[in-house]
């Protein structure tokens, strides 16, 4: 009957609340699904901050920040964020016999302080080789050093045939060390130079030496 049939009056009403019911809902929805990708997000953030499962610190050398792992610092009193006019480093890398791994040291310093191990191939080492040439490990040539001016014991390592070779400087510290130790220098990023110091064993896998320390690097923003 007419008479029982709902006002105009309450139907809109009824209906304006069923739509703002809607819309709340939807609101309700799309905040919790920006809430997820902001955590989402966070996470990813903080995962892109996170090498070896070690919290990363940014450290500035030669104008760049560097971001290192923490766990890649030789002394514990270098983990600190801020500037530095010196990085020391340690890593561990399958370099060894078998693929078995050893550790380079890497020294990080401005390039003004550092002059690369090919560029002192010709300018010092040449002209104080011996007659006396080694060849092994293979690929390279090993030439003893004159022992003056520093250089007694001493052994350079270079690959004769790139145009950019690659150079280390080889030498027994001790009478009764079991193994040599060796320093290789090189330009990376502008204004950043790295040495690198490691046992005359890895030489044999000389060729995979550079890219293996570039792609650690590069991890840091130091090329």
């Known amino acids: 009957m007419a008479g029982n049939a709902p006002a105009p ?24 699904g920006a809430y997820v990708l902001d955590s989402m997000s966070r996470a990813a953030r903080a995962a892109a901050h996170t090498l070896d499962t070690q919290a990363v610190l940014t450290r500035t050398l ?5 971001q290192i792992p923490r766990a890649w610092f030789r002394y514990e009193e270098q983990a ?15 370099l060894g016999i078998n693929g078995g791994q050893e550790r380079v040291d890497v020294t990080l310093l401005p390039r003004s302080r550092a002059r690369p191990s090919a560029a002192l ?20 040539v090993g030439k003893p ?13 270079y690959d004769a045939l790139s145009a950019d070779p690659f150079v280390a400087k080889c030498s027994r510290l001790r009478e009764d060390a079991q193994d040599a130790q060796c320093l290789r220098t090189v330009y990376l990023a502008p204004g950043i130079a790295a040495i690198f ?11 995979s030496f550079d890219p293996l ?3 650690r690097m590069l991890r840091i923003g130091a090329l």
Request: aromatic letters at 10%.
């Open 121 to 140: 191939l010709d300018g010092v080492y040449l002209h104080q080789f011996e007659a006396e040439q080694l060849s092994v490990p293979p690929g390279l």
């Open 145 to 157: 050093l004159k022992p003056t001016d520093g250089y007694e014991k001493e052994t350079v390592w």
């Open 213 to 215: 320390l570039r792609e």
């Open 80 to 94: 600190a964020e801020g500037f530095a006019k010196q990085i020391e480093l340690r890593l561990t890398l399958p």
């Open 197 to 207: 110091a490691f046992p005359e064993k890895v030489l044999p896998n000389w060729k």
């Open 9 to 32: 009056n309450a139907q809109n009403s009824s209906v304006s609340f069923n739509l703002w019911a809607i819309a709340m809902a939807i609101a309700a929805i799309a905040m919790g």
């Open 62 to 66: 030669g104008g760049r920040d560097l």
